[in-house]
């Protein structure tokens, strides 16, 4: 399976910490039968997806959340139109169930070294930013690279 993790990548301690131990292990964190180290309960499955909560969100996030593959590619190739039918599906309904009036999603793909990623399992990032003193959405840095 390579290397599943990239502690390198994480922006707090805490974070890297668990990276390095997932690491040790060579287990993907993402896989179904390794979801242990995260600290968020699922709030939904649909097809071969799932979305929870991100377990380390991005500042200025109002909500974060991950909407993980069931099972382990870090390949977008690999992705067919049910998948993104399962993703789509996940995505109307966290717009829905949390009141969501904007927002993005967004993906990173293939070797850490070029993406940032922590973790080498395809999942999707949405995020939905705070809002500022005058309405005015505030930044959420998601990193590329």
């Excluded at 070294?113 to 959420?140: E, N, Q, S």
């Amino acid at each position: 399976m390579g290397d599943v993790v990239d502690p390198k990548n994480a922006r707090s301690e805490d974070y890297r910490a668990v990276l390095k131990e997932i690491a040790a292990g060579g287990k993907c964190p993402f896989c179904p039968k390794n979801f242990r180290w995260h600290r968020k309960p699922l709030l939904r499955r649909y097809g071969r997806w799932l979305i929870t909560e991100a377990a380390w969100p991005y500042k200025n996030a109002k909500f974060h959340f991950l909407i993980i593959g069931g099972k382990h590619t870090d390949k977008v190739q690999r992705l067919t139109a049910v998948d993104f039918h399962d993703i789509l599906f996940l995505l109307r309904w966290a717009i829905k169930r949390f009141g969501i009036a904007g927002g993005a999603l967004s993906l990173r793909f293939g070797d850490t070294a070029h993406t940032g990623a922590t973790v080498r399992h395809l999942h999707f990032h949405l995020i939905v930013p705070k809002l500022g003193r005058r309405g005015k959405a505030l930044v959420v840095n998601f990193p590329i690279g």
